[in-house]
């Protein structure tokens, strides 16, 4: 069972960054995909970005694309998701998630374990 725990959330201005992670608690990390999903209030949990085992492949939703940057480390089983340029509508919990399987990297149910969310405000 792989528990992942992330951290980094808060209130930001407008333009501003923050810079969040994820530590997971399975030793075998690097065999997991690993994706970041967002929740706005009574909205859809929605893909943002997703990183391949190895950290060589990455990909983002259209309206992060250029201003989020996810990325991994292997060795302390952490992945993170810079955010940069933010907008009010990028408020949102932000929930990591994490899966052997790469097949449905782009959607929520291609994922089995999730974190508990870190919150993000962004003020305009």
């Known amino acids: 069972q792989v528990q992942l725990v992330e951290s980094g959330g808060g209130l930001v201005q407008a333009g501003g960054s923050l810079r969040l992670s994820c530590v997971a608690s399975e030793r075998t990390f690097s065999a997991y995909i690993m994706a970041w999903f967002r929740q706005a209030p009574g909205k859809e949990r929605e893909f943002v970005a997703h990183?391949?085992?190895?950290?060589?492949?990455?990909d983002y939703a259209e309206s992060v694309k250029g201003r989020f940057t996810i990325s991994r480390d292997n060795a302390k089983n952490t992945v993170y998701l810079q955010m940069n340029s933010l907008k009010p509508e990028d408020t949102a919990v932000y929930f990591c998630?994490?899966?052997?399987?790469?097949?449905?990297?782009?959607?929520?149910?291609?994922?089995?374990?999730w974190g508990q969310g870190t919150q993000v405000t962004v003020s305009s």
């Open positions: 990183i391949s085992r190895s950290g060589g492949t990455t």
């Open positions: 998630a994490a899966d052997r399987d790469s097949s449905s990297w782009y959607y929520k149910s291609g994922y089995d374990y």
